[in-house]
């Protein structure tokens, strides 16, 4: 085996998040086409059109696509679901990702490939042979702890449980990104509270607010103060990716479709190393402090190691929203590109762009490209330390942009700047 047997799944809620991923060195994307699917509300959904584009893109690049169809189904969305199989495999796309009985039998008849959502809450050996008949990959709930995933892997060896394509089972888990208090993210506080199911696609997220405890006899209240009770950190699992690796899991899937093109690549990027690195044998402490690092820059609600060492209860939020290191601030817009001198013309619509700047990039096509800024050059051709707000600037850049591209710089999130424009 080598390191790209193990499969880095990538999240991607547009195409700029597609070329993220490739970019990250994902070996396989996820995503949603129209509402039948759990982040229906909370991230850009593609629809059937985008499916050509989508299929060639990654055809080009190698890579695996995975539609997740993994709602709950009721009769009268039937033909909807059917359609949207249907045009998975009239354009190549690799797996459906599905829970529902009538997807996967669906799916199954039109001799697509299927991977078990989370949403099925595979949490034994029997789970995994009876959904045998069915899938090929299976995701196990993120319950378990890796004790429990490594013996259901060296059943799947020792009994030699095939999915429908012949090749042993292959078990997946949820590497990195957000978690719900609910067990396999099956909650009903969203429907109960909001009237917006989280199983339909819509939570709402009450889980990630401030509460006040009442104490309905005396009328005390109390604040729950520094901890947010039901909004577990993220899950970051790369200071034990061995121990992940040793349990025989072969997909390491990244939660965030709903999250942006700089954090698919980040967090690709990231795992993709260190698989690579314990292969190489050169996983270490310092290397996991430096990927730790990285992780910390891009969207996250801090970090924990989930269940999967043995923990009983979670770990909860201290702050509200995002807890990144950085931040991005929108500068404006790439407005041409002179390739054969590899310059980009920028016009400065917001904050000021400086000299030795780190910027980042974000375009459709481009997906996300990172550099400092060595020279800035005004539209008269002066060279400047600073192009400020209204101006037209050009930079120096080692790949190709593109028109449209947005420009963004790169500042630590607690920098205490006026007017700051942030996008």
Request: with cysteine; proline share 2%.
């Amino acid at each position: 085996m080598t390191a790209y047997d193990v499969e880095i799944m990538a999240p991607v809620g547009s195409y700029e998040s597609l070329m993220a991923a490739i970019q990250g060195g994902a070996d396989s994307v996820y995503f949603g086409i129209g509402k039948l699917n759990m982040r229906s509300n909370s991230s850009k959904n593609f629809t059937l059109d985008d499916l050509v584009k989508i299929s060639e893109i990654a055809k080009g690049h190698g890579l695996r696509t995975y539609i997740t169809l993994n709602t709950v189904i009721y009769d009268e969305e039937l033909n909807d679901m059917k359609q949207i199989v249907d045009a998975a495999k009239a354009n190549g796309i690799t797996a459906i990702i599905a829970s529902d009985q009538s997807v996967i039998q669906y799916a199954h008849k039109q001799g697509m490939e299927i991977h078990m959502s989370t949403q099925a809450n595979i949490t034994n050996l029997e789970a995994v042979k009876y959904y045998s008949q069915f899938a090929d990959v299976m995701v196990t709930a993120r319950e378990l702890n890796l004790d429990q995933v490594k013996f259901i892997t060296t059943q799947i060896r020792e009994q030699n449980i095939t999915g429908p394509s012949g090749e042993l089972i292959q078990i997946e888990i949820f590497a990195h990104g957000a978690l719900c208090m609910a067990v396999s993210g099956k909650c009903y506080l969203s429907l109960d509270n909001l009237n917006s199911s989280a199983n339909r696609g819509a939570c709402l997220q009450p889980c990630r607010r401030k509460y006040i405890v009442k104490d309905k006899e005396s009328d005390l209240e109390l604040e729950i103060d520094n901890e947010y009770i039901m909004s577990p950190k993220d899950l970051n699992t790369v200071s034990f990716l061995d121990k992940m690796l040793d349990a025989g899991v072969r997909v390491l899937k990244l939660e965030g479709r709903g999250r942006s093109a700089e954090y698919v690549k980040t967090v690709a990027a990231v795992y993709r190393e260190a698989v690579n690195a314990w292969f190489d044998n050169e996983y270490s402490q310092k290397k996991i402090d430096e990927w730790n690092n990285r992780l910390s820059t891009v969207y996250n609600r801090g970090f924990w190691d989930g269940y999967y060492l043995g923990r009983k209860t979670g770990e909860w939020t201290e702050n509200y929203g995002n807890q990144a290191t950085q931040r991005k601030l929108y500068v404006g817009k790439v407005t041409n590109y002179f390739k054969k001198i590899g310059v980009a013309e920028i016009k400065v619509e917001a904050n000021i762009l400086s000299l030795n700047q780190e910027i980042k990039i974000i375009g459709p096509t481009t997906g996300v490209y990172e550099d400092q800024i060595s020279e800035i050059r005004l539209d008269d051709g002066a060279i400047v330390e600073e192009a400020p707000k209204g101006s037209i600037c050009s930079i120096k850049t080692s790949e190709i942009l593109r028109r449209g591209d947005k420009v963004y710089k790169i500042v630590p999130a607690d920098i205490s700047v006026p007017n700051l424009v942030q996008q």
